[in-house]
């Protein structure tokens, strides 16, 4: 047990954008330099390029500079605020990753974001190292709007999710029952900008403008990586492209909109 709860700070500690002293901003400060980096940061790393080439720079994890700017550089447990020089206009295509090697090259001074990678990633590590342990017939990793769900309850069935209402937050909009499988949210109703009216933490990279087309996006998939990734992408693609993108992979969703119309994806979701 003690192992699953190492695993979320070893992996803040390589994939935080709101430590000085983390891999990622270390790394994020070698512009133009091959940077061997561990696992814990290439692989959520590795994920987000490659759903942003998927939504074609729509998904973009160099937009670390631009949630700096609206204010979304403090730390959550310290207070602290970190405040970081990067070039002007940046994406995806200036971070080279080498599978062999396993070194990380900018192009450009840019401060990457993995907040739609990095936490799924710390949720999968933790399943794995709690199916190591003898009895653990069933449990559930809940980290705040990414849950993995291993086995069965204690009566033998599925586990049954609720999906937070995204006005009223104290109550659920659906459920879900699942098992082996992860379900992720991304909304705009939690973290708003302190600086910038209308802005919350899903940003457009190339209009650096939070969409609305929904209010909350949540998917399931086989893991809780794969799942808050499709569910960011999802919200900063909007109505159509965001459906369709659901749909295309063959994943179960639920999209609600501002106005709380509740879009079904497949038959996952109650």
């Given at each position: 047990?003690?192992?699953?709860?190492?695993?979320?700070?070893s992996v803040e500690q390589a994939c935080s954008r709101?430590?000085?002293?983390?891999?990622?901003?270390?790394?994020?400060?070698?512009?133009?330099?091959?940077?061997?980096?561990?696992?814990?940061?290439?692989?959520?790393?590795?994920?987000?390029?490659?759903?942003?080439?998927?939504?074609?720079?729509?998904?973009?994890?160099?937009?670390?500079?631009?949630?700096?700017?609206?204010?979304?550089?403090?730390?959550?447990?310290?207070?602290?605020?970190?405040?970081?020089?990067?070039?002007?206009?940046?994406?995806?295509?200036?971070?080279?990753?080498?599978?062999?090697?396993?070194?990380?090259?900018?192009?450009?001074?840019?401060?990457?974001?993995?907040?739609?990678?990095?936490?799924?990633?710390?949720?999968?590590?933790?399943?794995?190292e709690l199916k190591k342990l003898?009895?653990?017939?069933?449990?559930?990793?809940?980290?705040?709007?990414?849950?993995?769900?291993?086995?069965?309850?204690?009566?033998?069935?599925?586990?049954?999710?609720?999906?937070?209402?995204?006005?009223?937050?104290?109550?659920?909009?659906?459920?879900?029952?699942?098992?082996?499988?992860?379900?992720?949210?991304?909304?705009?109703?939690?973290?708003?900008?302190?600086?910038?009216?209308?802005?919350?933490?899903?940003?457009?990279?190339?209009?650096?403008?939070?969409?609305?087309?929904?209010?909350?996006?949540?998917?399931?998939?086989?893991?809780?990586?794969?799942?808050?990734?499709?569910?960011?992408?999802?919200?900063?693609?909007?109505?159509?492209?965001?459906?369709?993108?659901?749909?295309?992979?063959?994943?179960?969703?639920?999209?609600?909109?501002?106005?709380?119309?509740?879009?079904?994806?497949?038959?996952?979701?109650?």
């Amino acid at each position: 047990m003690d192992r699953a709860f190492e695993v979320f700070r070893s992996v803040e500690q390589a994939c935080s954008r709101f430590s000085a002293d983390s891999e990622l901003m270390k790394a994020c400060l070698q512009s133009e330099i091959a940077v061997r980096i561990s696992p814990l940061l290439y692989e959520p790393l590795h994920a987000a390029l490659e759903m942003a080439r998927m939504t074609e720079g729509r998904f973009d994890p160099t937009i670390g500079s631009i949630m700096e700017a609206h204010g979304f550089n403090r730390h959550y447990l310290t207070g602290g605020v970190i405040e970081s020089r990067a070039a002007e206009h940046v994406s995806y295509q200036d971070v080279i990753l080498d599978e062999q090697d396993r070194t990380l090259r900018l192009l450009k001074p840019i401060i990457l974001d993995l907040g739609a990678s990095a936490k799924g990633f710390a949720v999968d590590l933790a399943s794995h190292e709690l199916k190591k342990l003898d009895g653990a017939a069933g449990y559930v990793i809940n980290a705040g709007g990414d849950l993995y769900a291993e086995g069965v309850n204690e009566l033998e069935l599925p586990w049954k999710v609720g999906i937070r209402h995204p006005i009223h937050l104290d109550h659920f909009i659906a459920t879900t029952d699942i098992s082996q499988a992860a379900v992720c949210t991304s909304g705009s109703y939690e973290r708003k900008s302190p600086r910038t009216d209308g802005i919350h933490h899903l940003i457009v990279p190339s209009s650096k403008q939070s969409p609305n087309d929904w209010i909350s996006c949540s998917v399931i998939a086989p893991y809780a990586m794969m799942a808050d990734l499709y569910s960011t992408a999802a919200f900063v693609l909007g109505a159509e492209e965001g459906r369709r993108f659901i749909e295309d992979a063959e994943l179960d969703g639920l999209l609600v909109t501002p106005g709380l119309q509740v879009v079904r994806i497949g038959g996952g979701i109650q």
